[in-house]
Every structure is written in structure tokens, then in C-alpha cells.
């Protein structure tokens, strides 16, 4: 069966849609944001409040897709990540190149609220969270953080 220019032009629009741009342009633009150095303000680790004296040591690092994020000094995790801000909540997707989870996939929400980032990530391999909630026994991961730097 031969392919005609018709037939592959139809096919071509059918795939391509404006709104798949559209989809593409708002997630530029949010990693736009999360770019430069963070401070955790907040965070609740499966239910548990993070300690104070971490607190104050917890930096994010975002440059282009990649994100390092250390506490105390000692790297938690460095991972690729990709948005979809058309999902209710915002969606991110970590894919952890380093760090206690290496090689593994981090499901999460996000929210970008001026010059604060707030998130919540699933262990690997659960599923995403609907909601900013981290319980006793969920394995979820809540945070707050703070522009430090652009």
C-alpha cells in the first residue's frame, strides 16, 4: 500500500496538536522557575516532622532538568526530572541518577507559588500522591522550600 502525501499530512496533524505545544511551553516555563539554590523551610517524612537542625542544612540545587538535593552536606539524591503542569495537581517525575535511590523513579506533585516550590513524592514504585499529605506509614515525602539564589 502506498503512503500518499495526503494520507501522511493527516497523520502528521492528527499527532500534532497546538495544545501538545501549549502543554510543552507551560512546562519550559515552570522549570524556568524551579532554576538556581532552595532552602527547605518545611518537610514531613513518612508523617515524621523533619528535624530543625536538618532543616537548616537542606539545599536544592535546580539547573536545566537536573535537581541535587543535600542535607548536611551529604548528597540525598540527584535526579533527571520532567513536569506536567496540565495534570491536577502539577506532576513531576523524578528519575534518580544518585543518591539513596539510585536508578529508581520518584512519582510526585508540585506547586510553584512565587518564590516557593512545595512537593510531595512517593517512595519508588507507589504510586503518585493526589494531595500534599504525608502520614505515618504512606512513605511520602512533603516539603517547602525557599529561593535562595537565582
Known amino acids: 500500500m502506498k503512503n500518499s502525501p495526503t494520507v501522511l499530512v493527516s497523520l502528521a496533524l492528527l499527532f500534532w496538536s497546538p495544545a ?3 502543554e510543552k511551553e507551560a ?5 524556568a522557575k524551579f532554576q538556581g539554590e532552595w532552602t527547605m523551610v518545611s518537610g514531613i517524612a513518612d508523617g515524621q516532622p523533619v528535624p530543625d537542625a536538618m532543616l537548616s542544612t ?5 539547573k536545566d532538568d537536573e535537581t541535587t538535593v543535600m542535607i548536611g552536606g551529604q548528597l540525598i539524591l540527584k535526579a533527571k526530572f520532567t513536569l506536567d503542569p496540565t495534570q491536577k495537581p502539577k506532576a513531576i517525575d523524578y528519575e534518580v541518577t544518585d543518591g539513596l535511590t539510585k ?3 520518584h512519582l510526585g506533585i508540585y506547586e510553584v507559588d512565587g518564590e516557593n516550590l512545595k512537593f510531595c513524592f512517593a517512595s519508588p514504585g507507589a504510586e503518585r500522591p493526589a494531595d500534599f499529605a504525608s502520614n505515618p506509614g504512606d512513605g511520602r515525602t512533603s516539603s517547602v522550600w525557599k529561593r535562595a539564589v537565582r
Open 20 to 22: 501538545g505545544a501549549e
Open 27 to 31: 512546562a519550559k516555563a515552570d522549570q
Open 58 to 62: 537542606a539545599k536544592r540545587t535546580c
Open 103 to 105: 536508578g529508581r523513579k
